[in-house]
């Protein structure tokens, strides 16, 4: 209703101003302006289908407005004479807003061609409409000459406004298109972050499982131990079997909600590995501005692959390049390249950082060690590069650490297996 009411308003003032713009074919008072280019444009835009209302307000502010422009320059104005020159134009936009409902042009709007061929039906009936309560106070006919040049104008006039909303409406879903990319992309990303911390609570799953069966099994044998033991410690290892017991089926239920938050129809499992690629570059090219970074990426591939598995692979890589952003202070060089590799893909990242020292690589990919520390000095949790390190054997392959050149930068390498990548993980 509010935007209904908005193009009300903008047709009361802007028809009024467009119509100014105009020139006289005919060397009378008929003329032709941008008023019914514009008015044809809002009838287009709105969402209501009736004319009848925009007609009339469109028809009774341009005759207002012109005969308030006539008694604002005329010395002598004249109201009669002022409303007899000016009142045809209202049955111009009269009659434009009632073929505008006849020919029902809103069935049309994905047909551009019959809605600008529309649009000069409409040009035409309003200006033999207005013509025709022009000519009848005086001796003038309307002629073949007269309507072929009406008729060329209609068409230039029709098609230029067809064009227009076309442009706008194409504008509008490129924008639409690029907003659910990136709302797609985000959603890649956040559910690769749930799948890694699926990959984590998994293993825990397993771990619980194991501590319940040991501790029950510890149970039984204390329970059954010759001589007798005391009957507190039987109790005490079966409640610690209970109680990890609980833990594990909490942890159930918590897997079973990233799951089901992993699973989104709307969105593919698997992606073309450059799509990907550009992903991880986009993303991280993103994080490194919000840091204050001023970062310069290089995605460099080699050779073709079937569509990866997403969340793996975009969990491994953003992993590595993320921490690569991290390790650079304001400014330097990030380098993606894929390549192929034996029976697999390849891939390297190389950061300018300021490296890795010799004695911390033995420690990076162990849980818990990390060098980084938010604002209040509480560590990260360290477990990015366990995972990844993790996550590769599991799928077969190799992940390699190294220094750059003149032990500046840092280089990690992965070789995984190009099945594992293109099949769901466990």
């Known amino acids: 209703m509010k935007e209904y009411r908005f193009i009300l308003l903008l047709i009361i003032i802007v028809i009024p101003l467009a119509g100014e ?22 009838l287009l835009w709105m969402r209501r289908p009736s004319p009848w209302i925009p007609g009339f307000l469109a028809g009774l502010s341009v005759v207002v407005f012109r005969i308030a422009l006539d008694w604002m320059w005329e010395e002598s104005f004249d109201w009669y004479a002022s409303l007899q020159h000016h009142g045809p134009v209202f049955f111009y936009y009269v009659a434009y807003a009632a073929t505008f409902a006849l020919t029902q042009i809103h069935k049309f709007k994905s047909r551009p061609i019959q809605v600008g061929l529309l649009g000069v039906v409409l040009e035409m009936a309003a200006s033999c409409t207005e013509l025709f309560f022009r000519y009848s106070l005086t001796d003038r006919l309307i002629t073949l000459t007269i309507l072929n040049q009406i008729l060329i104008i209609a068409f230039f006039r029709s098609f230029v406004v067809v064009g227009f909303i076309n442009l706008l409406e194409l504008r509008q879903s490129q924008a639409s ?24 609570l998994k293993k825990t799953l397993q771990n619980a499982e194991s501590i319940t069966r040991e501790s029950y099994e510890l149970y039984q044998s204390l329970k059954n131990h010759h001589p007798p033991l005391d009957g507190s410690y039987a109790q005490k290892a079966l409640s610690i079997a209970g109680q990890v017991h609980e833990i594990k089926k909490d942890n159930q239920r918590i897997y079973a909600g ?72 304001s400014a330097g060089q990030i380098d993606l390249f894929v390549y192929p590799a034996k029976d697999g893909v390849g891939f390297r990242i190389e950061d ?11 420690l990076v990919f162990k849980p818990g060690y990390t060098t980084k520390y938010d604002a209040s000095g509480n560590p990260s949790t360290g477990i990015g590069l366990y995972y990844v390190k993790e996550a590769v054997e599991q799928l077969g392959g190799t992940i390699d650490l190294r220094t750059g050149e003149d032990d500046r930068g840092t280089i990690f390498t992965l070789h995984i297996p190009i099945h594992s990548l293109t099949k769901e993980a466990d």
């Open 21 to 42: 713009l105009k020139f006289r074919p005919f060397y009378d008072d008929f003329r032709f302006s941008l008023g019914p280019p514009v008015f044809f444009f809002f």
């Open 177 to 200: 298109e690029a907003l659910q990319r990136q709302r797609n992309e985000e959603m890649l990303l956040l559910i690769s972050h749930l799948h890694e911390e699926s990959i984590h």
């Open 258 to 329: 990233l799951s089901d938050l992993m699973t989104d129809e709307t969105l593919s499992d698997y992606m073309p590995m450059e799509a990907l690629a550009e992903l991880i570059v986009a993303t991280n090219r993103k994080y490194a501005r919000s840091l204050g970074k001023d970062i310069q990426f290089g995605l460099h591939m080699q050779g073709r692959y079937p569509p990866c598995h997403v969340y793996t692979t975009l969990s491994l890589l953003n992993n590595l390049v993320a921490n690569a952003v991290e390790a650079i202070d």
């Open 352 to 362: 300018s950082g300021p490296g890795i020292p010799m004695k911390a690589r033995e």
